[in-house]
């Protein structure tokens, strides 16, 4: 999916984060470190959880690794080289531990199945957590909260192409609106022999459709249609019933 969205020849970096859906983008990609650390605080709380040795390791190595990205411009690139060797280093250490507490293997596991692209940040220069998509999204999500959403599958569509092309320009400091009338110029109106004719031609249709003055159907128009209660109550307040050809004889019985 994210392959199809963003096409094969996207030059980028994918910040995500540890989806399953990701995984086959052929791409560079990282996974967002705030989402590492927001699973290993939930596994600190894992059923038969004790121990919190192996978590911490795995939490001091995270923020040591924002530390480090921060600081890549203060750095030379061969300290930069040497530090990051360090820190994928010590999560390999941590990979090849075999830890006792359920929630310790879960965690291994996330960081196991995430091993390529855990340390991308260090090797792209790129956010070392996804927080700027989430902030990108929180308007459309809210939008969405409030009108309910769209109702057609037609009119969602369209809703993501205006808003994935909405952000795009604002992303890039450029003018939405400008960009549009010169990419989609407005097609040219018709001359006005052809507006006249068109005019006359929808008067001629409209004087040709008949106008039903009386919505409401009625006892004269049709005849099938017999109403209990009596006609002195209020037009609201009637009850009809629809009498088939087959039940006529019926009538008298209601």
């Known amino acids: 999916m994210a392959a199809k969205v963003l096409g094969r020849d996207f030059a980028g970096v994918l910040v995500s984060d540890s989806a399953k859906v990701y995984d086959a983008f052929p791409g560079p990609q990282h996974k967002c470190i705030a989402h590492h650390l927001r699973n290993l605080e939930q596994r600190r709380y894992y059923p038969g959880q004790r121990s919190p040795h192996y978590l911490e390791a795995w939490e001091l190595l995270w923020k040591d690794v924002l530390e480090l990205t921060h600081s890549r411009q203060q750095l030379a690139g061969d300290e930069f080289a040497a530090r990051r060797a360090q820190l994928e280093s010590r999560a390999d250490s941590l990979l090849q531990a075999q830890p006792a507490e359920p929630g310790d293997r879960k965690f291994r596991t996330r960081m196991n199945n ?62 939405f609106l400008a960009d549009l009338t010169q990419t989609l110029p407005l097609a040219a109106l018709p001359a006005r022999e052809a507006r006249t004719k068109n005019l006359h031609h929808f008067r001629r249709l409209k004087k040709d459709v008949p106008i039903r003055r009386n919505s409401h159907p009625s006892k004269s128009s049709f005849p099938e249609l017999v109403h209990k209660g009596g006609c002195n109550q209020p037009r609201n307040t009637r009850h009809s019933r629809r009498i088939l050809p087959a039940t006529r004889a019926n009538v008298t019985s209601l």
């Open 114 to 175: 995430a091993r390529k692209h855990l340390f991308g940040c260090l090797y792209h220069d790129v956010d070392p957590t996804n927080n700027r998509a989430e902030r990108a999204l929180r308007p459309a999500v809210v939008a969405r909260k409030i009108s309910c959403g769209n109702k057609t599958e037609r009119g969602s569509r369209a809703t993501e192409i205006l808003l994935s092309l909405i952000t795009t320009a604002h992303q890039q400091a450029r003018d």
